[in-house]
């Protein structure tokens, strides 16, 4: 099994290393041209962003082909999934037309920590997570996959519309330059790692941190900076998060660009 996977806080890499399988960072694989993929079992992990996929995870899925007996995609997301899994479905169905692909066999969602610090409270959402049941409702995903069961999670209607609302809003929102609006305030003491965990190679130290504009809006330099030196204008807390299954030099080997190009 191969499972590819995208991850900002931990949780999806947390999953990933449940799943077990041979595991590959989207960040280190995405780039230019079709990718050809070949295992028994392969599967796609990432975060939901705005009721969708990552832009990294959507150009992942649209130039990779999987030669394998049985394909699934978990999403994980902190609060309302949207119509997220049934449309990377349907992305992959797309690229499925071309002969390769055709669509995912199982692709469910998975109700996890919510990091998004905009809408978001870091104390509050860990008092939310215990009731999320997230270890039993992974093993009954777990369990569907080792059946090879057949599933796409649809959604109402009404999901339907709001999701299309907001990836066509997104368009406006979303150019790479997010970043280019957080605060790094004095507790910055320079020591990279927040560019070492950007999946999209976006962030400079020198004599400052500087971001350039292919920012995912993952938050994981927020999130994981160890002196919490960046802030959001519009952050709901000053606290932060990692899923405490994974290290932080676990996130930095998925994600950090510099180690891929040193290889
Ligand atoms: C930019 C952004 C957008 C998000 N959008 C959603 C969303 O639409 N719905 C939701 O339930 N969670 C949303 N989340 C929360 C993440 O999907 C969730 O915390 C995920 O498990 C993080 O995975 P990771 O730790 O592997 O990065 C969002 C997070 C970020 C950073
Ligand atoms: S991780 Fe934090 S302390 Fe380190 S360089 Fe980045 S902003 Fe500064
Ligand atoms: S700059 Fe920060 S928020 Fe943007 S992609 Fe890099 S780590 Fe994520």
């Known amino acids: 099994m191969t499972i590819f996977y995208f991850t900002s806080t931990g949780n999806c890499l947390a999953v990933a290393k449940k799943m077990g399988g041979e595991l590959v960072s989207i960040p ?7 990718q050809e993929y070949q295992d028994d079992v392969i599967g796609v992990i990432f975060p939901i962003y705005g009721f969708g996929t990552p832009k990294m995870v959507r150009r992942f899925i649209t130039n990779a082909r999987f030669a394998a007996d049985y394909t699934f ?4 997301y902190g609060n309302l999934p949207g119509a997220a899994m049934e449309n990377v479905a349907k992305l992959a169905q797309r690229r499925g037309k071309s002969g390769d692909i055709g669509g995912f066999d199982y692709a469910k969602s998975l109700l996890m920590f919510d990091n998004y610090l905009p809408m978001f409270e870091v104390g509050k959402e860990t008092e939310r997570t215990k009731e999320k ?5 992974l093993d009954k995903i777990l369990a569907d996959i080792a059946a090879r069961r057949h599933f796409v999670e649809k959604a109402a209607i009404g999901w339907k519309i709001a999701t299309s609302l907001m990836r066509a809003g997104e368009r406006f929102v979303i150019n790479g330059r997010q970043a280019q ?19 999209s190679g976006n962030i400079v130290v020198d004599d400052e941190v500087r971001f350039a504009d292919r920012c995912e809006g993952c938050l994981g330099c927020v999130h994981l900076c160890p002196q919490n030196a960046i802030h959001l204008k519009n952050e709901k807390s000053s606290s932060r998060f990692r ?8 996130i930095i080997a998925a994600n950090n660009q510099k180690e891929a190009e040193n290889e």
């Open 181 to 199: 609006g957080y605060i790094v305030d004095e507790k910055c003491i320079k020591c990279g790692v927040c560019a070492k965990v950007c999946p």
């Open 28 to 34: 280190q694989v995405v780039g230019g041209g079709t």
């Open 73 to 76: 995609a978990i999403g994980t």
């Open 243 to 250: 899923n405490a299954a994974v290290s932080l030099d676990g």
């Open 133 to 137: 049941n997230i270890e039993e409702n």
